[in-house]
């Protein structure tokens, strides 16, 4: 059974500790819960906290929240929450203990703020977007890619993974063939468990803060935690010629 939702079934009587505390108080109060998932060694968690979190705009967007700050590592959180493979993991949860969005790693104000809006819409609330000026037109959600690079080299660093950073675009036939055929397959999967996933779309200006000029989409950077390069791969590539190429840049490390 879901973690979330086997806390749901207990009886208050047994619900002691800060963490659970707060989730009862929600759950009593029919509120819905921001619950923000920290650690120690993530450089980013205390940049997010007090830059966007904090933030005038998001802090209005969430005032229906009940706001909750977990430890990765504490008991409780490993016991009550989904596990939080990144950090910062902001969770979105229903007051029935259902997880609607979760976001991972490092973001700013206007794309936190269209989680917010995303959250709202699904727990029936009301949402207004605060987001006036921003390229981005839908959020995505996703298990298994991260969406700034600076989150995902913190957490390479700490648990002595490398990158592969996938730049995509929303037209491109052949990024959408390498997804859903290419990454989707369960080699491959396994092959890059030893690796963040990182997708940024190859416009944005995340890439050329990178100092990255991709000319096909997909491009496919591997490298290491410190952005030292391993390979690069451009273009479309079946399963089998992308497996040479991911043995390649492990071979490099």
């Not at 609607?100 to 709202?120: A, E, I, M, Q, R």
């Amino acid at each position: 059974m879901n973690r979330i939702l086997w806390l749901a079934c207990l009886p208050a009587i047994l619900i002691s500790g800060e963490l659970k505390d707060s989730l009862i108080k929600a759950k009593k109060s029919h509120q819905p819960m921001m619950v923000y998932v920290k650690s120690d060694s993530c450089q980013f968690c205390d940049k997010m906290k007090n830059k966007t979190l904090n933030d005038i705009s998001v802090l209005e967007n969430t005032s229906d929240f009940v706001f909750i700050v977990a430890d990765k590592n504490d008991a409780e959180t490993k016991k009550y929450l989904p596990s939080a493979r990144y950090t910062p993991t902001v969770y979105f949860i229903s007051p029935e203990f259902k997880v609607v969005n979760t976001v991972k790693g490092y973001l700013g104000k206007d794309d936190f703020n269209l989680w917010v809006d995303d959250s709202k819409r699904k727990l029936g609330l009301n949402g207004i977007s605060h987001v006036e000026d921003t390229t981005t037109d839908t959020v995505e959600k996703s298990d298994t890619w991260m969406y700034d690079m600076p989150s995902a080299m913190d957490y390479a660093t700490q648990t002595g993974k490398q990158i592969m950073l996938y730049i995509d675009s929303p037209n491109s036939k052949w990024s959408k063939k390498m997804l859903d055929n290419t990454l989707a397959d369960s080699n491959i999967k396994e092959a890059l468990d030893n690796f963040v996933w990182v997708k940024l779309q190859k416009d944005s200006s995340d890439v050329y803060t990178l100092g990255l000029e991709p000319k096909y989409t997909p491009t496919i950077y591997f490298m290491k935690a410190n952005q030292s390069s391993l390979a690069t791969v451009k273009g479309y590539l079946n399963p089998s010629d992308f497996l040479q190429w991911i043995n390649y840049a492990k071979s490099k490390i």
